[in-house]
């Protein structure tokens, strides 16, 4: 006869227990308790009242906001500015398939600007809003991690050339601030083109994000190379495996899953930094943002044109995390006992 199972039993959470335990276990911790008790009970109730009771979320024009609450109708008067920017409104649905093929850059490649296919072009210098922001951090997401790879395995070369060529790109980069390498790519990058070449203002922020990241990304992932054990190297030769069937096949997928944190971490860190595109005259949410409450009609609800800004990078920034969670749990391949 088969031998029956039994799942073990639940763990009973006592919240008594727990909060003597955690929140309770000496003086100095209940005392902190309490203050940031005190402190959340204060602060909760005057932002909800803020946020949604005493809120304004209809109207046509700034005198509809009455009260102490936020004034919520200015970002429904502009969310389409906030979204788009300056791009056509009959041409918005362009950017709307772009968004929801996600995984096929390619299209949007084709859709967003125009100019081919029958379709009528589109200048950059009208792209704006939560749209270019995108643009930015996904293309900056989708170059710098294969440059980022390249230059990590070039740096732990045993060519001389290669690797110092690596160390220097990487360690140059590095060291330069984001904010200036937006400015040599506005500014300085076309002194040193051809006579008659040249390329559009979005394409230089793009050139110097995607270089910039992708030194970042090379140190993030030469630290799972490191982490990799010898004997993984030593086991591909041992297979008679090439140099590069050796780190597709075998190393790279390994060195990749142990540095997904460090990678996703990033991935967070230029889709934030891509705000600083406004200094070089590209308008991103932030700066239709900040565009908008420069209008004397709307100059009083700046606080709810942040919080909204703030609200979106949150939601992007909090997906993203999320998203790499799940995928660590899926190529979890740890021994557990």
């Known amino acids: 006869m088969a031998e029956s199972t039994m799942k073990a039993p639940k763990k009973r959470i006592d919240p008594v227990r727990w909060a003597r335990e955690n929140l309770f276990s000496s003086w100095h911790n209940t005392i902190l308790t309490l203050l940031v008790g005190y402190l959340i009970v204060t602060s909760v109730g005057p932002l909800l ?98 440059i980022g790879t390249l230059l990590a395995l070039g740096r732990r070369s045993e060519m001389p050339i290669i690797r110092g060529l690596c160390v220097v790109f990487i360690e140059v980069w590095r060291a330069v601030p984001l904010i200036t390498v ?67 096949l075998i190393i790279l997928p390994q060195a990749l899953k142990l540095v997904i944190p460090g990678i996703v971490n990033t991935f967070i860190s230029l889709f934030k930094d891509t705000t600083l595109v406004l200094i070089i005259g590209l308008f991103d949410i932030l700066g239709t943002v900040q565009s908008t409450v420069t209008d004397p009609a709307w100059q009083n609800v700046a606080v709810e044109g942040y919080v909204f800004v703030a609200f979106c990078f949150w939601v992007f920034c909090f997906g993203i995390s999320r998203y790499s969670q799940n995928l ?10």
């Open 49 to 146: 009242n803020w946020v949604l009771l005493d809120a304004n979320f209809q109207g046509s024009d700034p005198s509809d906001c009455t009260g102490a609450g936020a004034c919520w109708l200015f970002i429904n008067q502009r969310l389409n500015f906030f979204i788009y920017g300056f791009y056509p409104e009959e041409f918005q649905w362009r950017v709307d398939i772009m968004f929801g093929l996600t995984g096929l850059p390619i299209v949007g490649y084709f859709l967003v600007p125009g100019g081919v296919f029958g379709l009528e072009e589109v200048q950059s210098s009208k792209w704006g809003g939560l749209m270019l922001t995108l643009i930015l951090a996904y293309i900056g997401i989708i170059a710098s991690l294969p």
């Open 182 to 248: 937006l400015f040599m790519a506005s500014v300085m990058l076309p002194l040193f083109l051809p006579e008659g070449m040249n390329f559009e203002k979005l394409a230089r922020a793009l050139i110097g994000i995607t270089l910039w990241q992708s030194a970042y990304m090379a140190e993030v992932i030469r630290g799972g190379l490191q982490a990799i054990p010898r004997g993984q190297y030593e086991a591909a030769s041992a297979l008679g495996l090439g140099y590069w069937k050796k780190t597709g």
């Open 328 to 337: 660590e749990r899926k190529l979890d391949t740890g021994h557990r006992t």
